[in-house]
């Protein structure tokens, strides 16, 4: 870790999180601008290397003693975390002025755009130079389109690598902050994080707190970064397998609640719940292509099992009610998915 680096990481920070402080809207701004600066030039990225590559530099797309299927499961766990920043759609739907069922599209939408948008510039960049000398290359599609003679180009992709590492930190920042204000409401967290500002109408305490561990961890230096991913997979896993165990079993648990939507092809949640299984006991079980790195990855995984125990315990301590934390949770929508029971209870006393 070099102080150059540092001090460029810890003004990243004071400036994502001013963004934030003032209110959102700024931020959004500021994110649209860097995204639409990404999608041209990777635009560019995708006709060239096409336009000028050959299929020949692609095909095969794997070594000839290399095992197709576990090197693509390989890279499916970061993969899952460089698509989890999408999920941005979903958490600021406190923030949005939308319909839920424009929200559910959007988060749809934004990854399979976002998929998609790898999958090209990947794909072109394998298209332009054969993929075995892209392979061993320092900067990848950067160093690509520069050996190809496209040195603008190329430093076009640094610049997408550039604002892509700033369009995530700004996501996540505002991400991390609003998830620490539901985890607030439920008293999984103190409760004074979920504390919106009367003024701003921003999570403030939550942001002062995303901002400092924020700090606190990029001391750890870009090696971490590498671990944070890995073990990232794994979170993303479990928390995929939850929320499809969640869709099967909450209609059960609560039969009187409306259901905004039904799915048609009710089995394909559970296709993904196995799947999600999977990559998490290809990663926790030694030996496999992709197990995590011993034992810096699993002492990671068993600190963040042990603070999540710790929260667990704390939180029922408390006894905080299932109904009280639901509500706080959930707001306005709690009583409407509950409006039902809510209007039978209300005739129930009317009667008596």
Known sequence: MYLPVLLVGIALTALFFALNWFGIEIGAQVQLAMFA????????????????????????????????????????????????????????????????????????????????????????????????????????????????????????????????????????????????????????????????????????????????????????????????????????GIVWFMVVLAKYLTPRRYPELERPYRTRLGFLPAIGGVGALLVIIWAIVPGTSSSLVWPAEYIILGVWFAIGTVLYFVARAKQIDRTEGLHAILGDSYDHLHRHEIAAQQRRGEDT
């Open 37 to 236: 600066a990404i999608v041209i030039i990777g635009a560019a990225l995708v006709v060239v290397g096409f336009s000028t590559g050959s299929p020949e530099n692609f095909f095969p797309a794997y070594y000839p003693d290399s095992i197709p299927v576990s090197d693509t499961l390989r890279f499916i766990i970061p993969g899952m975390t460089f698509l989890a920043g999408f999920g941005l759609v979903a958490v600021l739907a406190e923030d949005a002025k939308i319909s839920a069922r424009k929200v559910g599209r959007a988060v749809v939408l934004t990854v399979l755009a976002a998929g998609t948008f790898y999958c090209l510039v990947l794909a072109a960049t394998a298209w332009v130079l054969p993929w075995e000398d892209v392979a061993q290359m320092d900067l990848g599609t950067v160093s690509a389109f520069r050996e190809a003679g496209f040195p603008l180009l190329g430093a076009g992709a640094y610049l997408i690598a550039f604002l892509g590492l700033l369009t995530s930190f700004l996501g996540l920042f505002v991400a991390s902050s609003r998830i620490m204000v539901a985890m607030g409401r439920a008293h999984l967290l103190p409760p004074q994080l979920a504390d919106i500002h009367d003024r701003r109408g921003t999570p403030h305490k939550a942001l002062i707190a995303t901002a400092a561990i924020t700090l606190g961890l990029g001391w750890l230096g870009p090696g971490a970064v590498v671990w944070f991913l890995d073990t990232g997979g794994v979170y993303l």
